[in-house]
Nanobody
Framework: QVQLVESGGGLVQPGGSLRLSCAAG????????MSWYRQAPGKERELVAVVISGGSTNYADSVKGRFTISRDNAKNTVYLQMNSLKPEDTAVYYCNAVVLNKNRAFGNYWGKGTLVTVSS
């Protein structure tokens, strides 16, 4: 059993910052790629940022220069630092991770999501 738990969402004014965290726990042997997605009401879920096991990162064009994804491998945790937030960043943010569990099976896991609301 693997669980991803997000935290850090909330209400912030335009131009403000938030830092999201996602901790993976359970029957984990190794966590590989970790990523953040978001879904606004009535919109498709979209990839925001990804950090692969080798450390390389990639970002959606809409967040480049404003968001930074990072990870703490010792804690199986991924972070998303969000700066210069805009109202269009409002969405439920979901953590995703590719995990090799202790049964040596790969799985693709999702957190339940954390709501980020950017509004004055």
């Amino acid at each position: 059993q693997v669980q991803l738990v997000e935290s850090g969402g909330g209400l912030v004014q335009p131009g403000g910052s938030l830092r999201l965290s996602c901790a993976a726990g359970g029957s984990i042997f190794r966590v590989d790629a970790m990523s953040w997605y978001r879904q606004a009401p009535g919109k498709e879920r979209e990839l925001v940022a990804v950090v692969i096991s080798g450390g390389s990162t990639n970002y959606a064009d809409s967040v480049k220069g404003r968001f930074t994804i990072s990870r703490d491998n010792a804690k199986n945790t991924v972070y998303l630092q969000m700066n210069s937030l805009k109202p269009e960043d409002t969405a439920v943010y979901y953590c995703n991770a590719v995990v090799l569990n202790k049964n040596r099976a790969f799985g693709n896991y999702w957190g339940k999501g954390t709501l980020v609301t950017v509004s004055s």
